[in-house]
């Protein structure tokens, strides 16, 4: 009787680990074959940012290059930060934009590109730091004041497909 509940116990174990194998061979295939066309339907993109790379002691511009290159990121979202764009009042640098975008544009990448306040890396702000000390309440006026000059630079850019604005 023991010698019968052995060989039972024994089968249905067995019976557990093929059923277990079974489902894993039908997930595998069905990953595999069963929905290719929803797979290569799939864009994958990355975020850049050029003081990330720099913070991790990376030549940003060659950072860049090597998402665009080496691994053939086509979907961008790149940052307009406002303490970038205008480090001192009224002067705009778009140096590090128009590199990024005109790169992006030469291997017919697509940008969404993210500009206000509040961006990657929040909740910080990107505030300039001769805008520090202004009241909430002027530092809104003055980035809103900035988003024109983002928007009339790249509004007509081949790369932009995209824009996200926060606060």
């Known amino acids: 009787?023991?010698?019968r509940r052995n060989r039972l116990r024994w089968l249905y174990r067995g019976l557990v680990v093929a059923g277990g194998l079974l489902v894993v061979a039908v997930a595998?295939?069905?990953l595999l074959f069963g929905r290719g066309g929803e797979a290569e339907r799939v864009r994958w993109g990355a975020s850049f940012d050029p003081d990330y790379a720099e913070s991790l002691g990376l030549d940003w511009r060659k950072a860049y290059l090597s998402l665009l290159d080496d691994l053939g990121v086509d979907h961008l979202r790149l940052v307009a930060f406002w303490d970038r764009i205008e480090a001192r009042e009224g002067e705009f640098d778009f140096s590090r934009l128009d590199f990024q975008l005109q790169e992006a544009q030469k291997r017919?990448?697509?940008v969404m590109l993210s500009v206000g306040r509040r961006l990657p890396r929040w909740p910080e702000c990107h505030v300039p730091t001769w805008a520090g000390a202004l009241t909430e309440e002027r530092q809104q006026e003055e980035v809103l004041a900035m988003l024109p000059e983002v928007v009339?630079?790249?509004k007509d850019h081949p790369a932009l497909e995209f824009w996200q604005v926060e606060e």
């Open 108 to 110: 017919g990448a697509k």
């Open 1 to 3: 009787m023991e010698e």
């Open 28 to 30: 595998a295939l069905l």
């Open 152 to 154: 009339n630079r790249y």
